[in-house]
């Protein structure tokens, strides 16, 4: 080899070492406002060596993706809690978590150990509490000040002034207003078919009273600030985001209790990324990170200040919501089992096809 090709090779190998690695991508796939812009930002002037990539996503959209493509293609999922168990057992998507690089310590234990109880296989834990909430009644106190059950929302004096969503919330809600407990009835599908029937025909009898049924908070929120509405079924967060707009707008915990969910951070099967991936989990939980996610959320952080890390006016319309009683008596979502979602869906579709006769 000449002395001119060596030094070509040389330098060559010194501009290859000299050169930055390329950033690592880190993709999440979470729900809408659980990665605001400057929670991503300020991460990345920490990781220079990470870019994160967000996909906005539901409970039944991560499943399906994550199934259609055997737990591949994102590397941090953020399902509820009550959404993981069967969907590992059934199309294994997820893996376990490596609990030693997670700094559990600075989450409410008993968020940690009800999450780990929910989603631990053959002894492996597969997933971290990040935020909770619950799902009940947004009222509008001025129009509807009586509303505080389920049944509310059937009411024939709030004619074509109600909403709800058509997912599994509803029929869970309107099941404990029958007088049923249908996570009590979870291992025993006739039992559970015959509920579902029971508040199928109550949501099909339902569609003369209700004005629309809203897909997201944004849809929720346009409804019910412009007067359309009165009464909805609603996440807590929207709620909170819209009392100080209007503070007769307000939460209300149903008489048969709330439901509540604690949203996960899950780790896909495929996922490339996992050390990207607890960074991001130790990230998001420091005190004035999570601030900014509360802020953009609405939801309260699974760390035992979560209320008080909350932004002035939703810590105010979470105080205005509930009291101690109230929290008692939450209905924490159980683990789905098996094919139940798919009895699920069937009942949903049959009240959406009667909703547009």
């Not at 406002?33 to 220079?48: D, G, H, K, L, N």
């Not at 619950?134 to 074509?160: H, I, R």
Request: with cysteine; proline share 5%.
């Amino acid at each position: 080899m000449n002395r001119s090709m060596r030094a070509i090779l040389a330098a060559s190998a010194a501009a290859l070492l000299a050169a930055p690695a390329s950033a690592e991508t880190l993709r999440l796939m979470t729900w809408g406002s659980y990665a605001p812009e400057e929670v991503i930002q300020r991460f990345e002037e920490e990781y220079p060596d990470i870019d994160v990539e967000v996909t906005f996503s539901n409970n039944e959209e991560m499943i399906a993706k994550l199934r259609a493509t055997g737990g591949t293609g994102y590397d941090l999922a953020q399902p509820s809690h009550d959404r993981v168990y069967a969907a590992q057992v059934e199309y294994n998507i997820y893996k376990p978590l490596d609990l030693s690089k997670i700094d559990r310590d600075v989450m409410t234990p008993n968020l940690v150990e009800g999450v780990e109880a929910n989603t631990t296989i053959d002894g492996e834990v597969y997933s971290v509490p990040h935020q909770w909430g619950t799902t009940g009644l947004m009222v509008n106190k001025a129009e509807a000040p009586d509303a505080s059950t389920w049944g509310a929302l059937c009411d024939p004096a709030y004619e074509g002034r109600t909403s709800m969503r058509l997912r599994r919330t509803i029929l869970l809600g309107m099941a404990f207003d029958m007088g049923m407990n249908p996570f009590e009835l979870y291992d025993d599908t006739e039992a559970y078919e015959d509920m579902l029937e029971q508040v199928t025909e109550k949501l099909i009898d339902c569609k003369s009273v209700i004005k629309a049924y809203w897909n997201g908070g944004d849809d929720l929120s346009a409804l019910i600030l412009s007067g359309e509405v009165v009464l909805s079924e609603s996440w807590d967060s929207t709620a909170f985001k819209i009392y100080s707009e209007n503070e007769d707008i307000v939460f209300v915990p149903p008489e048969t209790g709330a439901l509540a969910w604690i949203d996960t951070f899950t780790i896909p099967r495929g996922g490339q990324a996992d050390d990207a991936a607890y960074k991001w989990i130790n990230f998001v939980l420091r005190p004035e990170i999570v601030e900014l996610m509360s802020a953009s959320t609405g939801a309260i952080a699974a760390v035992p200040n979560g209320i008080e890390l909350l932004p002035e006016d939703k810590r105010a319309a979470v105080e205005v919501a509930f009291d101690q009683s109230d929290i008692d008596n939450l209905k924490f979502f159980a683990n789905i089992p098996p094919g139940i979602e798919d009895l699920e869906g069937i009942a949903l579709e049959r009240i959406k096809a009667a909703s547009s006769d």
